[in-house]
Structure formats: structure tokens, C-alpha cells
């Protein structure tokens, strides 16, 4: 899972100390951070002689690890990391040519409104206070129609579902900062939100955004046997242990088709 590093207010202390701890993770796999890629890829179209190229913003950035993929699908782009994080952002600066510092709060990112061509926001969500103010503040900065690439775990995941039913706390929830309790795993990441894809489609639109897609990715978590049944939990998002949503910012924009059906 990604850290969240980019803050929609200035956390409290043990929250900020959390999120500077280098211990904690900071990215979420190449594989899903160059799906995603691929996706925005399709949406922008392919790059064109003499035509200005699209701004992307990479909104929790980390180290810089997910961007430095994404570059690769994405070339001929501008790909710009934003953290909260300083010790995140100088590691950022070793991996992607631009990284600059922001909050995702009250005109917190460095950023005019309408500047954006995108925003890539890979599993920052759920760990906001304020997850309100930062797709405001999102809402602001994309140009009208500007593509919003949104991942994040799923509380409804398959697994889940099992274990909620057996009494079991569901992965990807956590009760303490300090250590796991009640659930499978061992790490501390810092989740404070959950999303079903009913819940992430109700709260993009709510936030002026135009949901086109919510797919599944799958979790690198899962226990080896499982894996393939949480590959193809993937063909059906609402099972999925990961949500990858792309939205667009409504707006006077004329409609595009992103995806073959």
C-alpha cells in the first residue's frame, strides 16, 4: 500500500511522525502503477508533433517509485510528483525529474486551477482525514475534463466478505497505528478509510467528477494458492481486491469512448 504523504491538513503529531517513518511503505507495486499508466495512456491518446504535452500529476508521489513506471508508459508527457513528505520527496528527486512539495487542502498544491491534463492519486485516499477537501482540491486543479486515475483497496473484497462473516476484522482495515489487531497481516499502514466500488462511484460523483470506469487490480498480499482466485476476482470490480477508478471532471469537454467494450 501507499502512504498517504500528501496531508489534507497538518496531521496530528503522531500521524506526522508515522508518515515520516521510512519504515513505512510508499509504494504499491509496479504492476499496478503501470496498469494504471496504461490506462491514462488510452485516455490521452497518443502523443502528437508540435501539440503541447499533458500535464500529470502523481498526488502522493512517495519516493517516486510508482512515477518513475509510470514515466515509462506515459513518455512525452510532464509527469509531476507531489508529497507532503519531505524525506519522501527527497528520495522522489532521484527517480522523476520534477517533485515538489503540497497539501491537499484550501489551494494547498503548488498548482493553478484548471492546470492539470491529469492526476494519477494511486492508494492516498484512504488514508485522509479529509478525503473531501483533497477531491476538491483535485476538482481544482484538473481542467475541465481532465482524467482522475483513483486506486484503492476494497472493503468488500471477496476475502473480506469471508471474513466479516466469520467475526474477522477485514484486511486492509486497521484499529491501531502501533500494531495489527484482529486481522491477517502484520504491517501498519495507516488506512483510516474504506471504500466499497458502490461507495467510491457514489463519492467521485458527489465530487463533480463523471466515474467512466471502476476495474479490479489484484492484492500482492494474497497467500500464493490464492492468487489466482484473486486474479479472477478481478472480472468482477465489486469482488476485487483493489478499485482502479477513472473519472473525468465534468465539464464542457465533447465525450470520448476510453474502453473497447
Known amino acids: ?46 502523443v502528437r508533433t508540435g501539440a503541447p504535452a499533458a500535464t500529470i500529476l502523481d498526488i502522493g508521489c512517495g519516493d517516486g517509485t510508482a ?6 508508459v506515459l513518455a512525452g508527457h510532464r509527469l509531476v510528483g507531489v508529497d507532503w513528505s519531505q524525506d519522501a520527496l527527497r528520495r522522489a528527486t532521484t527517480r522523476i525529474p520534477y517533485a515538489v512539495r503540497g497539501e491537499l487542502t484550501d489551494g494547498g498544491l503548488p498548482f493553478a486551477a484548471g492546470s492539470a491534463d491529469a492526476v494519477l492519486f494511486s492508494e492516498v485516499i484512504e488514508h485522509l482525514v479529509d478525503p473531501d477537501a483533497a477531491l476538491d482540491e483535485l476538482h481544482r486543479v484538473l481542467r475541465p475534463g481532465g482524467h482522475l486515475m483513483l486506486s484503492t483497496p476494497n472493503l468488500a473484497a471477496w476475502y473480506n466478505r469471508g471474513l466479516l462473516l466469520a467475526g474477522v476484522q477485514p484486511v486492509f482495515s486497521e ?14 499502514v495507516g488506512h483510516l478509510r474504506l471504500y466499497t466500488a458502490r461507495a467510491l462511484r457514489s463519492f467521485l460523483t458527489a465530487s463533480g467528477f463523471e466515474v467512466l470506469r ?28 483493489i478499485l482502479l477508478a477513472h473519472a473525468r471532471r465534468k465539464g464542457p469537454s465533447p465525450p470520448q469512448k476510453f474502453y473497447r467494450e
Open 214 to 241: 471502476i476495474a479490479g487490480a489484484p492484492y500482492h498480499d494474497v497467500p500464493r494458492p490464492l492468487r489466482p482466485l484473486d486474479r479472477a476476482a478481478c472480472h468482477i470490480p465489486p469482488l476485487a481486491s
Open 1 to 46: 500500500m501507499t502512504r498517504p504523504a500528501v496531508g489534507t491538513a497538518q496531521p496530528p503529531a503522531g500521524l506526522r511522525d508515522f508518515y515520516e517513518n521510512p519504515a513505512v511503505p510508499v509504494a504499491s507495486g509496479a504492476a499496478r502503477s503501470r496498469r494504471q499508466a496504461q490506462l491514462l495512456a488510452r485516455a490521452l491518446g497518443p
Open 67 to 72: 512515477a518513475a513506471t509510470a514515466a515509462d
Open 175 to 188: 484499529v491501531s497505528l502501533r500494531r495489527i489487531h484482529g486481522r491477517p497481516g502484520s504491517q501498519v
